[in-house]
């Protein structure tokens, strides 16, 4: 069942055998493991409602130190289902290799291999609602340094709040805490052990959890601002002693390219399948082979046609206009930034768009149906890995959120070895596509800018409270126990030591799945 926090008694008690904080992908993935088993009761606890609000936005409000990066704030988002609510719908994995020690990568390997995830690929490819019917098969072969790779998706995205709100509401031994944020985890006097976890909620009143044992569910920004701010006991936070908790935080870097399509290299509007199916791009990976031979960090390109008029301010108009009348993504917390606000369509993006309907109905038809005919460029849209550093980190600062919780400052650098991949990788996809359309890298469209003026994120927090058998040199160990606490686990992408190329949301359900078993046994059911 669901409850609105803000409904509980102040100062009252709940118990549960396992108290999950924060209802995302990991954390409803892993509730439903659990959901109408006999003999355990589950309390899963989401600062968010059912339904996007800003006041409750705000608790998220950061500040961001080195390379410009999005308002922290627009990044996650405190809702049942989380940041899903916004998820592209890619459901790709880790490679092999992203487990491996690379001695060319500073801090990587995993504890674990890729093979101990497998057991939980197909459960977590139902919960995301994968689709095996895109049309992604290349007509090109593999060569010794790119392949093209078929992409597994959530066509159309699979929100977890609204997907399986009803299944979290039916289950008897499950119950859904909404409008209710963690502030503290309460550390026992011997340090070893989770006592509660105390709650409070929008609106003045607060209430503790007490379970046998407790995940973090939330992401890598959420949880290690968690674990610094709990210093009742342990007073650099818990789980760091070693000063690690916050540290390594990774995002997946994103340029785009945009290169011309001319009459000699008209043929690959034809070539190119998945952008012209269900997906809106193909897929370039380097093989593992490169990889290793060159030195690189991994990295992938995701190729995306634009079309007629997409060049124009009326197409920019229209995208707004779009985006001001379209759920989820005028629900987003930057609405009131790029529309007029919720389900609010500005005036001037309408007089732009009619003031050339040309290029405004030309650029609809493209993002719409994707016609080949209308097809003007291709983009090159390079995801790069990221260093685990431990420069790179989130830092409590003194002012507080509405709650009393310590808002963060993001510390976000690049490294050399992320710039070498960017252009070495680049430079070998463009190779590729010559082969097939000789002088298409010669046509780029928009100036090459100096590194990293034109690097952005992806919204995927990662490597915060990283994953490693030395309490020394990580968090948690291989089962996402934090070390030293024997009944606190983690179920996040902040457990990851390396983050590789790809979309995050499969490995973190994948990790959730895995945990649920390792707690089945711990609990005897």
Avoid at 82 to 107: H, K, M, N, Q, S
Avoid at 460 to 482: C, I, L, N
Wanted: charged share 25%; glycine share 8%.
């Amino acid at each position: 069942m669901m409850i609105d926090g803000r409904n509980v008694p102040s100062g009252s008690t709940v118990e549960a055998d396992l108290c999950i904080v924060g209802a995302g992908a990991a954390g409803i993935s892993l509730a439903l493991e659990f959901a109408n088993r006999a003999g355990v009761t589950v309390a899963l606890v989401e600062s968010g409602g059912r339904e996007w609000d800003e006041r409750t936005q705000q608790l998220s409000k950061a500040e961001v130190k080195g390379q410009p990066y999005f308002p922290v704030i627009e990044t996650h988002l405190r809702v049942l289902g989380g940041t899903t609510l916004a998820y592209g719908g890619i459901c790709t994995e880790l490679t092999p290799l992203d487990f491996e020690e690379r001695p060319w990568v500073p801090e990587s390997g995993w504890p674990l291999r890729k093979d101990a995830l497998e057991p939980y690929t197909e459960r977590a490819n139902e919960l995301l609602g994968v689709d095996y019917g895109n049309d992604e098969e290349s007509v090109w072969e593999r060569t010794a340094a790119t392949t093209w790779e078929s992409v597994l998706v959530s066509r159309p995205p699979l929100r977890f709040g609204k997907k399986y709100a009803p299944d979290l509401d039916r289950a008897r031994n499950v119950t859904t805490y909404l409008h209710s944020t963690v502030t503290n985890l309460e550390l026992h006097p011997d340090g070893g052990h989770i006592s509660g976890a105390a709650v409070k909620c929008i609106g003045g009143n607060s209430y503790r959890i007490v379970a046998k044992h407790y995940v973090l569910a939330g992401g890598g920004i959420e949880v290690p601002r968690l674990l610094l701010a709990s210093n009742d006991v342990a007073k650099a936070g818990i789980a760091n002693e070693h000063d690690h908790v916050g540290r390594y935080f990774q995002e997946h870097l994103r340029a785009v390219d945009r290169y011309k399509i001319s009459r000699h290299t008209k043929p690959l509007t034809d070539q190119i399948v998945g952008a012209s199916g269900k997906l809106r791009f193909s897929r370039i990976t380097l093989t593992e082979e490169t990889l290793r031979k060159e030195q690189m960090l991994n990295y992938l390109a995701n190729l995306t046609f634009g079309f007629a008029g997409q060049d124009s301010p009326q197409w920019k108009a229209v995208f707004r206009i779009v985006v001001a009348s379209k759920p989820p993504w005028n629900v987003k917390p930057y609405s009131p930034t790029i529309t007029g606000g919720l389900n609010k369509v500005r005036w001037e993006d309408v007089k732009t768009a009619l003031t050339r309907p040309d290029k405004s109905i030309a650029s609809v038809l493209g993002a719409g149906f994707r016609p080949r005919f209308l097809r003007r460029w291709v983009e090159v849209g390079s995801s790069i890995e990221q260093v685990p550093r431990r420069e790179n980190r989130v830092a409590l600062v003194p002012e507080k959120d509405e709650l009393g919780m310590p808002l963060i400052d993001l510390h976000w650098s690049l490294d050399d070895l992320e710039k070498r991949t960017y252009y070495r990788g680049r430079e070998l996809v463009l190779t590729e596509l010559d082969r097939h359309f000789p002088g298409l890298s010669a046509q780029r469209m928009n100036e090459p800018e100096q590194w990293p003026d034109h690097i952005i994120g992806t919204w995927h927090h990662m490597g915060t409270t990283r994953m490693s058998d030395d309490p020394k040199r990580g968090v948690v160990d291989a089962d996402t126990k934090v070390h030293g606490v024997d009944n606190l686990f983690i179920a996040s992408s902040s457990v990851f030591p390396t983050s590789g190329a790809t979309a995050p949301t499969k490995s973190i359900v994948i990790l959730a799945l895995r945990l649920g078993e390792h707690l089945s046994r711990l609990l005897g059911k």
